[in-house]
């Protein structure tokens, strides 16, 4: 068991490239065991741990640190044996028994005839990679992807199984379905299978579902805001919930956090309360009982009608103002940015999903996305905290272009010396297609991002992301991810937006054009292009 390699992923995460998955396993236990100075999160993948730390000093010190840890002093094993039952009758097990040679009965006795080891978690939550004893079952994954796999299904992906907690679009091949419930909040541990879990599947011939009563939707009253119109999107969102990784749960959190933090302290509010996140305007609520509300972020014109409609006062945004019992406030189109934040002293006290009061749009996870009607709780107002004073807009977004600044790698040398060329010399323009797990750009030419021939026509194996990750597909079209990204993901990064870019990137709206300049990770000073590849041992970052 070794380390081979430390890669940057961005100037806050270290990539830890280790032999084989013993040693990821055990690398894993050992830093969730006893973490390292500023440590968020370990995400466990195939042949590499993501570690991610609050400041770049700290993942500096880090890289130091991570060269010394003992990976033969594991942690006490913490494992459990999960047994799995399942119905065989997948869409596809004709087809791996094709494949393997096995025949569809042969492909279920091996399927169950041996132990298979949790190794990561990610694409979403409670989806967690199992490896098995042997390769008898290594199959391709479908050409096509199917656009919906229901929840259960129970499939074979490369040298992987999994059980798809939850409907969704997936790649695998089907070879059952069990009514093991992977994920419940309502559980201790939400994951019924985490890394380092032993994994036992036994054939049945009936499925039986299990129901659960819903607890009943807790009813809303006293003071809050009543949403008259969600306008394109509007979502509860505070800082997030960072270091469930290893679960396939992502931070998410409010995309523009600059923006949430101005408006939360103009209303006097503790950092991290919940506020509302829209996009693009047309967000309308109604305040009952008087609130104090501030909005940031996107500029927008503001709109406050009193209980008959009628005009009833101006409010400006970057400043507190108060909406009345009764009155409405409407907010307009952007004239610049993407995402306004809504914040009203004492904060949108919605209930807490694993700690956290954000909406996750990869996983469902937190509140529902806002409706006409929905009324939001509003929390008591903070003891001996003052309401701000106006301030100046922390938005830095050109009118019709931003640069952003990245760090190159981790995976850079996935790529020809002319894709960095492309990707900072190109205007890249955002699509429609773009929300809150990224931002999709296109080449404002024909230019792509080229893949390396020498890395041949292979896919990268699923490792972890980092939020401003510039993952790129075969199209060469690469994804800025925000928030909701997903945790793990198998397509090369060529760089990083730097953390102090990535209020501008979650401003971004469809149309714009945007410009990449590398920076060194130590210093963010500007860099001559040039492709890196892994950090070697003992070398200065």
């Known amino acids: 068991m070794s380390l081979t390699g430390i890669r940057w992923a961005g100037p806050r995460a270290l990539l830890v490239e280790l032999s084989d998955l013993p040693s990821v396993l055990a690398f894993h236990s050992r830093l969730l065991a006893e973490p390292l100075p500023g440590q968020l999160d370990a995400v466990a993948a195939a042949a590499t741990v993501l570690l991610k730390f609050g400041t770049h000093a700290e993942a500096l010190a880090a890289r130091t640190a991570v060269g010394h840890v ?11 044996d999960v047994t799995i ?49 042997n390769h008898s079952l290594d199959v391709p994954r479908r050409s096509s992807p199917r656009t919906a796999v229901p929840a259960g299904s129970v499939a074979l992906g490369g040298t992987f199984s999994a059980v798809y907690p939850r409907q969704s679009p997936g790649g695998w091949q089907l070879i059952g379905r069990t009514t093991a419930v ?30 659960s009563a819903l607890p009943a939707a807790r009813e809303v009253t006293g003071p809050g805001l009543v949403v008259d119109s ?17 679960l396939g749960v ?29 996009v693009l305007g047309g967000l309308s609520v109604q305040a ?15 709109e406050i009608r009193d209980a008959s409609g009628a005009p009833a006062r101006r409010a400006a945004m970057c400043a507190p103002f108060a909406l009345l019992d009764g009155e409405t406030l409407s907010l307009g189109e952007p004239t610049l940015g993407a995402r306004s934040y809504l914040a009203v002293r004492g904060g949108i006290d919605v209930h807490p999903v694993l700690g956290s009061r954000s909406s996750d749009s990869m996983s469902g996870i937190g509140p529902a996305p806002l409706s006409a009607g929905t009324r939001l709780p509003v929390g008591k107002a903070p003891l001996f905290r003052m309401v701000g004073a106006p301030e100046e807009s922390t938005l830095r977004l050109g009118v019709a272009s931003a640069e952003l600044r990245i760090t190159l790698g ?29 931002v999709r750009l296109r080449p404002g030419s024909d230019r792509a991002l080229e893949r390396n021939p020498d890395r041949g026509a292979g896919e990268l194996p699923s490792e972890g992301a980092v939020a401003g990750a510039l993952q790129v597909p075969p199209s060469g079209h690469p994804v800025l991810f925000l928030a909701d990204h997903p945790v793990t993901g198998g397509y090369p990064v060529i760089a990083v937006v730097v953390p102090e ?21 130590a210093t963010l000073e500007p860099l001559e292009p040039a492709a890196t590849g892994a950090v070697p041992e003992g070398t200065k970052p």
Do not use: C
């Open 85 to 133: 039952e399942v119905v065989y009758d997948g869409e596809d097990l004709t087809e791996v028994g094709m494949l393997t040679g096995l025949g569809r009965d042969g492909v279920v006795a091996a399927h169950t005839g041996q132990l298979w080891t949790a190794a990561f978690g990610g694409f979403a939550p409670g989806f967690t990679y199992l490896l098995g004893e």
């Open 501 to 521: 870019d990535l209020p501008t990137a979650a401003q971004l709206p469809p149309g714009h054009r945007v410009r990449f300049t590398i920076v060194d990770p």
């Open 182 to 211: 992977l994920w419940d909040l309502e559980r201790e541990s939400p994951a019924l299978v985490r890394p380092g879990d032993k994994v036992r599947y036994v054939a049945v011939r009936e499925a039986v579902a299990l129901t």
């Open 250 to 278: 992502s931070a998410a959190g409010a995309v523009d956090q600059q923006s949430a933090r101005q408006a939360n302290r103009l209303v006097g509010n503790q950092p991290g309360a919940a506020v509302v996140e829209t």
């Open 288 to 302: 009952v009982g008087d609130q104090v509300l501030a909005l940031a972020g996107a500029v927008v014109p503001l």
């Open 410 to 438: 981790p995976r850079d040398d996935w790529f020809v010396a002319g894709a960095l060329d492309a990707l900072t010399g190109e205007e890249w323009v955002t699509t429609e297609q773009s929300n809150r797990i990224g």
């Open 70 to 80: 003992d990976l033969g002093a594991v942690p006490r094993d913490v494992s459990r």
């Open 230 to 246: 969600p306008g394109l999107q509007s979502l509860v969102q505070d800082l997030g919930r960072p270091g469930l990784g290893d």
